[in-house]
């Protein structure tokens, strides 16, 4: 009898709790990167059937990943929403944020900058929409302090001229950039067995790819018929992309619009279609720097006496300065002829460790591990050779011949990959230590870019973290399971985090109708100061046992 009664009165827990106990609604993650001198501290949070548990502070030097849920899928309009707003400890003017996720006209998270807070490119007031994907993650890092100016999140379109002044001195080797993986495949234009499912790795063009930041392009040129494409191929398999024509337009369009930016197409995988040969003779490699030598407005085509070979080792305002014009540069593999007789061919030299720090797995963990290993055996120094850091997934083979499901192509294997990069690369990054290139899939925002932008403001400029482990709860506990055949460990995790999250939801339910005797289960559990909570409607309510009666 008494079971029974302990049973119902669970039941009924459950039941005023919501339904959002019997299926997951959509979720996914916020990665918050604090690379400023002040603790961030929660002075306010609030939710509404979501799940919405932020840090009460996220010190100096440290990152936090957090995972956040929607109860209830409303589609594009909902009810359903949720805020955690930090306040920057010690900082000489008020300065504060607000994390905000929001379910009408689509889901998303946003963040509003309070007080007197800024970064370049984002006034006092902003807002910033990080967006959301299913599973995903979303990035919001700010970096530097305000003597200094910050940068967030949002950088400017053309970040490099608003940052000239900390990058400028800099060389290529001492800087991260945003760099395209077969960067010309948004489309496809010509197919030989292959799809977009398993041939495009952009789902926007390089005109995009640059207002989101992108910088370095991995440029596949392929001849076919006097027409020049880009490629996917494996061997003769695989389809062609943009023209390289079009990719002429997609950057003359953004350099006359943002000028005084340092581009660089990496020409690579070359192929004559009509021979299906890897290499292509002397007179077609002329061809192509014609066709880009008369097409560029900005191709950088100046041969001052005194540069080295290795134009990696040169400041970048050597290239740009504050006003200029853009600069273009065609990198070309080592057995590429010159360009022509009057330019001497010159190297920016990449360390390409283990074919171009490519992983070659379909496994995110495996990703993160061979990335940072990689990055800790190649990049020693700030002056170490250029070092390529790639966070792809390869597509497994039954995912390659999935044609009719969206949820196994290349585009949609780039969310877990940027989740990986976002919430792990902190693990190898130091002062001395930090990838120049950042090469994704999927250039959908500025968050890569901005990722590239922080790490010039913080790490290039002799800052360490103050703590090299990923916080976070959810991140740990997904390192300690084990992988199951057919199956990835993320995959596995997040259904055993949400039974986890779930069970003990129930226990804790009955054992709070069992222990409280008929009282409310609910209490307020307030972050707020009283001033702030005059502003804001009462928070969530929230299941609390007291620790009395677990103890007792």
């Given at each position: 009898m008494?079971?029974?009664?302990?049973?119902?009165?669970?039941a009924?827990?459950?039941?005023?709790?919501?339904?959002?106990?019997v299926?997951?609604?959509?979720?996914?993650y916020?990665?918050?990167?604090n690379?400023?001198?002040?603790?961030?501290?929660?002075?306010?949070?609030?939710?509404?059937?979501m799940?919405?548990?932020?840090?009460?502070?996220?010190?100096?030097?440290?990152?936090?990943?957090?995972?956040?849920e929607?109860?209830?899928?409303h589609?594009?309009?909902?009810?359903c929403?949720?805020?955690?707003?930090?306040e920057?400890?010690?900082?000489?003017?008020?300065?504060?944020f607000?994390?905000q996720a929001?379910?009408?006209k689509?889901?998303?998270?946003?963040i509003?900058?309070?007080?007197?807070?800024?970064?370049?490119?984002?006034p006092?007031?902003?807002?910033?929409?990080?967006?959301?994907?299913?599973?995903?993650?979303?990035?919001?890092?700010?970096?530097?302090?305000?003597?200094?100016?910050?940068?967030?999140t949002?950088?400017?379109?053309?970040?490099?001229?608003?940052?000239?002044?900390?990058?400028?001195?800099?060389?290529?080797?001492?800087?991260?950039?945003?760099?395209?993986?077969?960067a010309?495949?948004?489309?496809?234009?010509?197919?030989?067995?292959?799809?977009?499912?398993?041939?495009?790795?952009?789902?926007v063009?390089?005109?995009?790819?640059?207002?989101?930041?992108?910088?370095?392009?991995?440029?596949?040129?392929?001849?076919?018929?006097?027409?020049?494409?880009?490629?996917?191929l494996?061997?003769?398999?695989?389809?062609?992309?943009?023209?390289?024509?079009?990719?002429?337009?997609?950057v003359?369009?953004?350099?006359?619009?943002?000028?005084?930016?340092?581009?660089?197409?990496?020409?690579?995988?070359?192929m004559?279609?009509?021979?299906?040969?890897?290499?292509?003779?002397?007179?077609?490699?002329q061809?192509?720097?014609d066709?880009?030598?008369?097409?560029?407005?900005?191709?950088w085509?100046?041969?001052?006496?005194g540069?080295?070979?290795d134009?990696?080792?040169?400041p970048?305002?050597?290239f740009v300065?504050e006003?200029?014009?853009?600069?273009?540069?065609?990198?070309?593999?080592?057995?590429?002829p010159?360009?022509i007789?009057?330019?001497?061919k010159?190297d920016?030299?990449?360390?390409?460790?283990?074919?171009?720090?490519?992983?070659?797995?379909?496994?995110?963990?495996?990703?993160?591990?061979?990335?940072?290993?990689?990055?800790?055996?190649?990049?020693?120094s700030?002056t170490?050779?250029?070092?390529?850091?790639?966070?792809t997934?390869?597509?497994?083979?039954a995912?390659?011949?999935?044609?009719?499901?969206?949820?196994?192509?290349?585009?949609?294997d780039?969310?877990?990959?940027?989740?990986?990069?976002?919430?792990?690369?902190?693990?190898?990054?130091?002062s001395?230590?930090?990838?120049?290139?950042v090469?994704?899939d999927?250039?959908?925002?500025?968050?890569?870019?901005?990722?590239c932008?922080?790490?010039?403001?913080?790490?290039?400029?002799?800052?360490?973290l103050?703590n090299?482990?990923?916080?976070?709860?959810?991140?740990?506990?997904?390192?300690?399971?084990?992988?199951?055949?057919?199956?990835?460990?993320?995959?596995?995790?997040?259904g055993?985090?949400?039974?986890?999250n779930?069970?003990?939801?129930?226990?804790?339910?009955?054992?709070?109708?069992?222990?409280?005797?008929?009282?409310?289960?609910?209490?307020?559990?307030?972050?707020?100061?009283?001033a702030?909570?005059?502003?804001?409607?009462?928070?969530t309510?929230?299941?609390?046992?007291?620790?009395?009666?677990?103890?007792?």
């Amino acid at each position: 009898m008494h079971i029974s009664r302990l049973l119902f009165r669970t039941a009924i827990c459950l039941l005023v709790s919501g339904s959002h106990l019997v299926a997951a609604g959509p979720g996914g993650y916020v990665e918050l990167a604090n690379l400023t001198p002040y603790e961030w501290k929660l002075k306010y949070t609030h939710s509404y059937h979501m799940d919405w548990k932020f840090p009460t502070t996220i010190p100096a030097g440290t990152t936090q990943e957090q995972y956040f849920e929607w109860w209830y899928d409303h589609g594009p309009n909902g009810d359903c929403g949720a805020e955690a707003t930090y306040e920057l400890v010690g900082s000489p003017e008020p300065a504060s944020f607000t994390v905000q996720a929001r379910q009408k006209k689509g889901k998303r998270i946003e963040i509003q900058f309070g007080d007197e807070l800024s970064s370049i490119g984002n006034p006092i007031g902003s807002l910033i929409t990080l967006g959301y994907t299913h599973d995903g993650t979303v990035l919001f890092v700010l970096a530097g302090n305000e003597t200094s100016s910050y940068v967030s999140t949002n950088p400017p379109v053309a970040w490099m001229q608003a940052t000239l002044p900390t990058i400028g001195s800099k060389s290529l080797r001492e800087i991260a950039m945003l760099a395209s993986h077969d960067a010309g495949m948004s489309q496809v234009t010509r197919g030989y067995g292959g799809v977009a499912h398993n041939t495009v790795t952009q789902s926007v063009h390089i005109y995009q790819q640059l207002i989101y930041g992108a910088r370095w392009f991995d440029i596949r040129p392929v001849i076919r018929k006097g027409k020049w494409y880009t490629n996917h191929l494996t061997g003769s398999v695989g389809a062609f992309g943009r023209t390289i024509a079009d990719i002429i337009k997609d950057v003359n369009h953004f350099t006359n619009e943002n000028p005084g930016e340092l581009i660089v197409l990496d020409l690579t995988h070359e192929m004559d279609r009509m021979k299906w040969k890897p290499r292509l003779t002397p007179e077609q490699w002329q061809k192509l720097y014609d066709l880009l030598y008369n097409g560029l407005d900005d191709i950088w085509a100046i041969n001052p006496t005194g540069l080295p070979d290795d134009l990696s080792t040169v400041p970048i305002e050597t290239f740009v300065q504050e006003g200029s014009k853009s600069a273009v540069f065609i990198r070309v593999p080592d057995h590429a002829p010159a360009f022509i007789s009057t330019i001497q061919k010159r190297d920016t030299a990449i360390e390409y460790s283990t074919a171009r720090s490519f992983s070659n797995t379909d496994q995110p963990s495996y990703l993160e591990k061979d990335q940072l290993s990689k990055l800790s055996l190649y990049r020693l120094s700030p002056t170490s050779r250029m070092h390529q850091s790639t966070w792809t997934i390869t597509q497994r083979l039954a995912h390659i011949l999935d044609f009719g499901n969206p949820a196994t192509s290349i585009i949609a294997d780039a969310v877990p990959a940027h989740r990986k990069l976002y919430s792990t690369i902190w693990n190898g990054l130091s002062s001395t230590t930090y990838p120049n290139l950042v090469e994704v899939d999927d250039i959908h925002d500025s968050q890569v870019a901005a990722l590239c932008v922080a790490i010039n403001r913080y790490f290039a400029m002799g800052n360490d973290l103050a703590n090299l482990r990923v916080d976070g709860g959810r991140l740990a506990k997904r390192r300690m399971v084990m992988a199951f055949k057919g199956r990835g460990v993320d995959g596995v995790m997040e259904g055993y985090e949400w039974v986890g999250n779930r069970v003990e939801w129930f226990l804790k339910a009955s054992w709070c109708s069992l222990k409280m005797g008929g009282k409310p289960c609910w209490t307020e559990v307030e972050t707020e100061t009283p001033a702030a909570k005059e502003k804001h409607v009462p928070l969530t309510r929230v299941m609390e046992v007291p620790s009395s009666e677990i103890e007792g």
